[in-house]
């Protein structure tokens, strides 16, 4: 299903095999013709994807940019998809970048943090059953190129800047397009729902644990401080 929120952007909605059912991503008709997150690998979403953007008089291959929220597998599932069919550049935030490419080797890490604070050990190993098994919807990223906070992200005719919202995970990017005081909130904010504090194994050294809660709250302080008149979520 694909809406035109502005002129220029619009709201194609994919589905995800996960309680909130459904993922936005955003479809900027400028140039560079770029897409806000993408959505995860599934056939379902690829043809939504493909059927939202033909509904508007383009293909898979017109996408010329992808910016990607952070390394959640609905948000960058299918880039690396995307930009081999189209060519189109990835960009993401370092944190978020180097956190897919250890996913795997974290969850002995998020096990053990689970035993130890006393969750039952069948649901934790359920658990990790489960993201091993959510890693086949989402290729991992090779070449990307890296965006950090307040850098700015020009089309032909608009100027966005990136606001570093970690929280939900460590390098959340929002993106914010001044005039129009729009912010795509990627999951920073949702419509109904605040998101979850997600279990992150973060640096070098003990406790290797990222304070997602804590962190959140700080960026939700920034948020608040700016002039927004409209949110663009990607769920709800
Ligand atoms: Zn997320
Ligand atoms: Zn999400």
């Not at 059912?21 to 979403?45: C, E, H, W």
């Not at 940019?65 to 189209?86: C, E, F, V």
């Not at 304070?211 to 002039?227: A, G, V, W």
């Amino acid at each position: 299903m694909i809406h035109q929120i502005l002129d220029k952007i619009y709201k194609i909605e994919l589905p995800i095999p996960f309680p909130l059912a459904t993922m936005n991503v955003y479809f900027i008709d400028d140039s560079p013709r770029t897409l806000v997150d993408v959505g995860i690998k599934t056939q379902a979403s690829l043809e939504t994807l493909k059927k939202g953007l033909e509904t508007i008089g383009y293909g898979l291959n017109s996408i010329e940019q992808i910016l990607i929220t952070h390394g959640h597998i609905d948000h960058y599932g299918l880039a690396k998809s995307l930009s081999s069919l189209s060519g189109a550049p990835i960009y993401i935030h370092p944190t978020e970048y180097g956190r897919i490419r250890s996913i795997i080797h974290s969850l002995g890490f998020i096990k053990s943090i689970l035993l130890r604070n006393g969750a039952p050990e069948a649901l934790v190993n359920e658990a990790i059953r489960y993201m091993e098994s959510a890693q086949i919807m989402a290729d991992p990223l090779d070449e990307a190129f890296f965006l950090n906070d307040g850098d700015s992200i020009l089309f032909k005719s608009m100027a966005w800047k990136t606001i570093l919202c970690p929280g939900h995970s460590p390098g959340m990017l929002c993106f914010y397009w001044p005039e129009k005081k729009i912010l795509f909130t990627g999951d920073h904010l949702l419509k109904k729902i605040t998101p979850n504090p997600v279990l992150t194994v973060n640096g070098s050294k003990p406790p290797f644990r990222y304070p997602s809660l804590k962190e959140y709250l700080t960026s939700l302080e920034k948020i608040e401080k700016m002039d927004i008149s409209l949110l663009l979520p990607a769920h709800g």
